[in-house]
């Protein structure tokens, strides 16, 4: 069981093709694998339908294959940051998927779990609703939605040990685990491996049976929003 | 006097029950925080994070700690993280007691919308579809018109709407409105406000 590759290149190989569907972790630019999206736009792979939360921004996450024009779809809940986006999509260029985050999210946990389809409240009595199967349960409506199955997931965790089993840090948890589950082939990018045995296996947020392949990196981890308070203003 | 943010926030404030889970959205909700007093409100950040603490001081900025609006902030003793599946699961299945979102319009029967622009603004519904459909109550706070002077509080709303029949309390610069059955009905007028002043500033029928 060989999880650990020496590079994003390398964790890669052999699983790109053009016009693929990949599910992404992270939150703006908060836990995205920076390092695999870089290794996609390397590979010049086209044609890409990417689920994932946000498209990041102009020059870094997602934002680097829109600007090599390597992305067909997004599937997304808010793209408000990225002004190429923006451009691609307004000229016709880039089609996009709105789904309310929780849409989303629930869409890749149903995936990984073999759920084809489920009822949400979310959306109904909004353009999101239209074409969906309506019905009503409890005297209210709700709309089917369908679980999400990638060809491939990338995702970032703070550790993980050599079996795949995953830790990962404060908010940058987010969106990577349910995008880890519903790819056939799941590769993560890591901060730290660990020798197997080392992590709790109390503490464990998601274990190495949904993992494929690992690297471990350097992240430049960009803050999309500063924002401070003064020590003075506290006292 | 008209309330200013501040005082609207100060005013959204008094609506959150003491012991809730609460989250608040970008803009003047988020100043809501800064209203709670002794209350114990426990904040959700629905990218992963229950316990949502101010901002850091300069220099303990911490890449991994966002809040929603991507801005840094910090943990509390009573903090947990959880993954994007778990966090709108709390949402969608009525634990969070209520939800503070800002609006573009809302109309007499509670449909708002706050997400949408056609031809101008396509930035996304993020959680918004999710929150207003799953928490126990919904207030929206904002300004009562537009910039032209347009009332912001309809008959119907005239843009892509992110829930229906949703909004439970409106909070504007004017004061506070109920959506109850056949209208809005005024709970409260902001200091130096006449109901005449609010009705004319409506378009929304208040019973």
């Given amino acids: 069981m060989k999880k650990i590759y020496g590079s994003a290149a390398e964790a890669l190989d052999g699983l790109l093709f053009d016009g693929m569907f990949i599910a992404a972790g992270g939150f703006g630019l908060c836990g995205i694998p920076e390092l695999l999206l870089q290794a996609i736009k390397d590979a010049g792979t086209k044609d890409l339908t990417f689920a994932s939360n946000n498209a990041g921004v102009d020059d870094f996450g997602i934002g680097i294959l829109l600007q090599s024009k390597q992305v067909k779809k997004m599937i997304s809940s808010y793209v408000g940051e990225n002004k190429e986006f923006m451009r691609q999509y307004l000229s016709g260029e880039l089609e996009l998927e709105f789904n309310p985050q929780g849409t989303l999210a629930e869409r890749m946990r149903a995936g990984g779990a073999g759920i084809p389809g489920f009822y949400t409240k979310t959306g109904v009595g909004t353009q999101i609703a239209e074409g969906k199967e309506h019905k009503d349960f409890h005297g209210e409506t709700y709309i089917l939605e369908t679980g999400m199955f990638a060809d491939l997931s990338i995702v970032k965790a703070w550790k993980a040990d050599e079996t795949g089993n995953l830790v990962f840090r404060k908010a940058a948890r987010n969106f990577n685990p349910p995008a880890a589950t519903c790819g056939k082939v799941c590769v993560v990018e890591v901060e730290e491996i660990v020798p197997t045995g080392s992590l709790d296996p109390d503490h464990i947020h998601l274990p190495g049976v949904y993992v494929h392949r690992i690297i471990q990196g350097e992240h430049e981890k960009r803050i999309e929003q500063r924002t401070v308070r003064t020590r003075e203003a506290a006292q | ?207």
Wanted: glycine content about 12%; hydrophobic content about 40%.
């Fill in chain 2, 1 to 207: 006097m008209p309330w200013d943010r501040n005082q609207m926030a100060e005013r959204a404030a008094q609506e959150l029950e003491d012991g809730t889970y609460v989250n608040l959205g970008i803009g003047i909700p988020t100043l809501v925080s800064n209203y709670v007093g002794d209350k114990d409100i426990t904040l959700q950040s629905e990218n992963g994070m229950l316990g949502m603490g101010p901002f850091p001081f300069e220099g303990d900025e911490d890449p991994d700690l966002i809040n929603a609006g991507k801005q840094t902030i910090t943990e509390l003793p009573r903090t947990a993280y959880f993954d994007s599946a778990t966090s709108f699961g709390m949402i969608r299945g009525g634990k969070i007691a209520a939800a503070i979102l800002g609006a573009m319009e809302v109309a007499e029967n509670g449909d708002l919308a706050n997400w949408m622009i056609p031809g101008k603004l396509v930035k996304g519904m993020g959680g918004a579809m999710d929150l207003v459909a799953g928490v126990q109550k919904v207030i929206v706070v904002m300004d009562h018109q537009n910039k032209a002077g347009e009332s912001k509080v309809l008959k119907e709303c005239t843009l892509p709407l992110t829930g229906t029949g949703v909004v439970d309390r409106i909070i504007t610069n004017l004061g506070v409105l109920d959506v109850v059955e056949g209208g809005l009905k005024i709970v409260e007028l902001a200091d130096g406000v006449t109901e005449e002043q609010m009705r004319d500033a409506t378009e929304a029928t208040i019973v």
